[in-house]
């Protein structure tokens, strides 16, 4: 029964990623914005996500709108690694790579609040050292 109830989860979600991906495809370079994809989603469909929030950043906001999130978890990633070679904090590159692999089969962006609160905390983290490396330098 359990690899049964697996097994259809995963169909159901390759076939929302699909749908997703569709999306992107119609409009590749700006998207549909956040309320097309809701409107364009749901035709047809009793779900109301992709379940894969790169996906849906690609569908929403095309080619344009995921480069500056890609550009986003790329600073965040940057950040986080230099705070952790400089101070041994490993915290917010933890909580960084967990959220990126749980944005892969995530439920979609306007239900993810807990991943917007964990990057801000990660972003107010890296803040806060730079706060205290410039104090330390005056």
Do not use: C
Request: zero cysteines.
């Amino acid at each position: 029964l359990q690899y049964s109830i697996e097994n259809k989860s995963i169909g159901i979600r390759e076939e929302l990623w699909r749908k997703t991906y569709s999306i992107f495809k119609e409009y590749p370079i700006t998207g549909v914005g956040y309320s097309g994809f809701d409107v364009m989603f749901s035709r047809g469909t009793q779900y109301t996500s992709g379940h894969n929030i790169y996906l849906e950043f690609l569908a929403m906001g095309g080619i344009v709108g995921f480069m500056l999130f890609a550009y986003f978890l790329y600073l965040q990633a940057k950040d986080s690694w230099i705070l952790f070679r400089k101070t041994g904090e490993y915290i917010s590159l933890n909580l960084l790579v967990v959220v990126m692999i749980e944005m892969s089969k995530s439920v979609g962006i306007q239900q993810t609040n807990t991943m917007w609160l964990i990057f801000a905390v990660i972003i107010s983290k890296v803040l806060y050292r730079r706060e205290e490396e410039y104090i330390a330098e005056q």
